[in-house]
């Protein structure tokens, strides 16, 4: 049997100067250290997603990348010269995908009919399966790289995206989604989340501050001027919403409980809300379902078009993206919320997110071009990181 303990620390801030805080685990091995600001400055955080890299890649261009650790290496030295006090770690901590790789699956992938696999029962075995898989899959990532070193000097606060799951989680149809094998393995997923990465449970996740309708979103203070908003966006995810509107209700009301010297709110998403629309590649995907041509023989076995599910490849990427058509009205209905919110509280919103795999920026803004962004309750940049292991996507 394996126990997780949790042990909460409380660190006093001085006024005016940062601290840091020296630490051993049981008084035996290495002394660690990290740094807590004080109580009147702003904090100092940094922001990365995708650690770990796609099933598609192979040894050899890892090797030509550099391995592991070479944006490890950049954003430790950078914290050894200028510390930080906290890691949002954006979606995809670990790879998961490999899960799907088990012969235990077999059985269930042969079924032909989508209905008879929706309804066909989560086995006992793969229950022992997934929980073994996911445990020792999160023992080996987090310490295969220097996120592991990273971790006993930077605290971290963690949302999570579909790979820490498995590869497109909550954008497949409801075939799919609401089979009992999808929704039973997703639970395990969870269930490791929490642990390794929330480090809570089922039962102790709201007390410890994380809230949703059924998900595990999080509001939290970085300094007095600065609060952090880290929704959960793949819980209640489907083709049909992202978040439930109930969590959309409980964010905003934990917003408008925000303390008046809130000046910044930072929307940290897996996925970047302001992105450019896929929109000739999610009409291709579209087409070939409605045609049927994924079912085609010649065309099932190709696997770089139809995935292991007998769905378009890419069909998840696409509609993991809040720009995607099956997602527009929602992203719509958010962005006016928290512009509003922007309005009425005079607070700055800006989205952070990863995902993608190439860093970039990108800004929404009211269209009176002689209207300063200071002066602009619209304004809210988008901030995207590149992965700090994985690849850069291909040249389109």
């Not at 998900?215 to 908003?229: C, M, Q, R």
């Not at 998840?316 to 719509?332: A, F």
């Not at 005079?346 to 990108?362: E, L, S």
Request: proline share 6%; aromatic share 14%; glycine share 6%.
């Amino acid at each position: 049997m394996t126990a997780f303990y949790r042990i909460d620390i409380d660190v006093l801030l001085d006024v005016s100067r940062e601290k840091k805080v020296e630490y051993r685990v049981n008084n035996t091995g290495p002394t660690y250290q990290f740094f807590v600001p004080a109580q009147t400055t702003p904090w100092r955080f940094c922001f990365w997603s995708c650690n770990g890299w796609s099933l598609s890649v192979s040894d050899e261009v890892k090797q030509k990348l550099g391995g592991d650790n070479v944006v490890w290496d950049d954003l430790l030295q950078k914290h050894n010269t200028m510390p930080f006090h906290v890691q949002v770690c954006g979606g995809d901590q670990l790879y998961s995908d490999k899960i799907w790789q088990s012969d235990i699956w077999k059985p269930w992938l042969s079924i032909k009919d989508k209905y008879t696999r929706r309804d066909a029962p989560f086995t006992p075995e793969m229950g022992a399966f997934a929980d073994d898989f996911y445990f020792t899959h999160y023992a080996k990532c987090f310490f295969m790289s220097k996120f592991g070193d990273s971790m006993t000097t930077i605290p971290i606060s963690t949302i999570i995206d579909d790979h820490d799951i498995w590869d497109g989680i909550g954008s497949y149809p409801d075939y799919l989604q609401n089979s009992l094998v999808f929704v039973q393995l997703k639970e395990y997923a969870f269930k490791y989340w929490r642990l390794y990465q929330a480090h809570t449970n089922q039962h102790l996740a709201r007390q410890h501050g994380y809230f949703g309708n059924h998900g595990y979103g999080w509001l939290k203070n970085f300094g007095p001027y600065t609060a952090a908003l880290g929704p959960d966006t793949r819980y209640e995810r489907s083709l049909h919403q992202i978040i439930d509107p109930r969590t959309y209700d409980m964010i905003f009301e934990r917003l408008n409980g925000l303390s008046p010297s809130v000046r910044h709110l930072l929307v940290f998403l897996g996925v970047p809300i302001v992105y450019p629309r896929l929109t000739y590649i999610e009409k291709t995907l579209s087409g070939m379902k409605s045609m049927g041509l994924t079912k085609l023989g010649f065309l099932a076995k190709q696997k770089s078009l139809v995935n292991i599910w007998g769905e378009p490849e890419l069909s998840d990427d696409m509609n993991d993206h809040w720009t995607s058509s099956v997602h527009m009205e929602e992203r719509k209905a958010f962005i006016l919320r928290l512009q509003e919110f922007a309005r009425t509280r005079n607070v700055r919103v800006t989205f952070v997110a990863g995902d993608v795999h190439c860093c970039g920026a990108g800004r929404l803004a009211s269209m009176n071009p002689a209207l300063p962004p200071e002066r602009d309750y619209r304004f809210m940049p988008q901030i995207i990181s590149s992965a700090i292991m994985n690849v850069p996507p291909p040249n389109m």
